[in-house]
């Protein structure tokens, strides 16, 4: 578990990250949403050892992680600035990173390079933006540990290598229990891989949530009620949010799917359906509460 306590930093007079809290369960997918400039990459520095907090700390199962040798052998840090050695081949990263992690898995990366249709032997800095995403992806999963921390990881990639890189972290949270960690200014990036999401905001946590417990108490119903009767009118329903077109409305509405219908049903609507949220429109709808637009935040 990765667990950060008030944890801050600064840069002169600029907050980068300001007191945040937050754990990070094993076996989760974790995303940090924010814009440029919100505190994430920063944060992952903190997470990853790069960078001393000013204030509060950082753990991993216990354990600081700054100047902390046990505690970064836990992680693999994939940077949104893409750092190899000079004139390095991706064999010579691999031949590198099996010195640091005693996991790492020379098999498995020769055939994901294989796959992923990557020269070994040519220096890496002759590759695209996208081809060197892909090799740090290889490196992080061959290097067996137990946490990834990605910045910015699917920026540059095309949309068939993005699932691809999402398969390769399912099965790996499935074979060996892998936790990544993946910041991104873009929620729809995330919206089918994770399980538990932080929205950064000026350096601060705004929203942190689990994905399924947002879902269990957040709805959308469409329905055409009765002559005479408004949404206001649907007892034991906490409309959030209504939109209509002509008599056809839809509503968003907070509380248990039980309870949802059961107040729609005793209304005996003409028509009503229930229709599944994305994440954007759960999260649109979960900050317009507390007074931010969340579209200029993160789309």
Known sequence: MIEAVNLTKKFDDIVAVDHVNATIRDGNVFGLIGTNGAGKSTFLRMAAGVLRPDEGGITIDGMEVFENEKAKMRFFYISDDQYFFS???????????????????????????????????????????????????????????????????????????????KSIFANDMEQR?????????????????????????????????????????????????????????????????????????????????????AAMQSANPVFYEMIPLSLEEIFISETEVVGYDVKKLIF
């Open 87 to 165: 004139n390095a081949t991706p064999r010579d990263m691999m031949a590198y990173y099996k010195a640091v992690y005693p996991a790492f898995d020379e098999e498995r990366f020769h055939g994901l390079m294989k796959s992923f249709d990557l020269n070994e032997r040519r220096k890496i800095n002759t590759f695209s933006k996208g081809m060197k995403k892909q090799v740090s992806v290889v490196c992080g999963v061959c290097a067996g540990t137990d946490y990834l921390f990605c910045d910015e990881t699917f920026d540059g990639l095309d949309p068939v290598m993005r699932q691809a890189v």
């Open 177 to 261: 229990h892998l936790t990544p960690i993946i910041a991104s200014h873009n929620l729809r990036e995330l919206e089918d891989i994770c399980d538990h999401v932080g929205l950064l905001h000026k350096g601060g946590i705004l929203l942190s949530r689990d994905l399924d417990e947002m879902k269990m108490n957040i709805h959308k119903v469409q329905c055409v009620l009765l002559d005479g009767m408004a949404p206001k009118d649907l007892a034991g329903l906490e409309v959030i949010k209504t939109e209509s077109r002509g008599k056809l409305l839809t509503l968003t509405v907070r509380g248990e799917m039980e309870q949802v219908e």
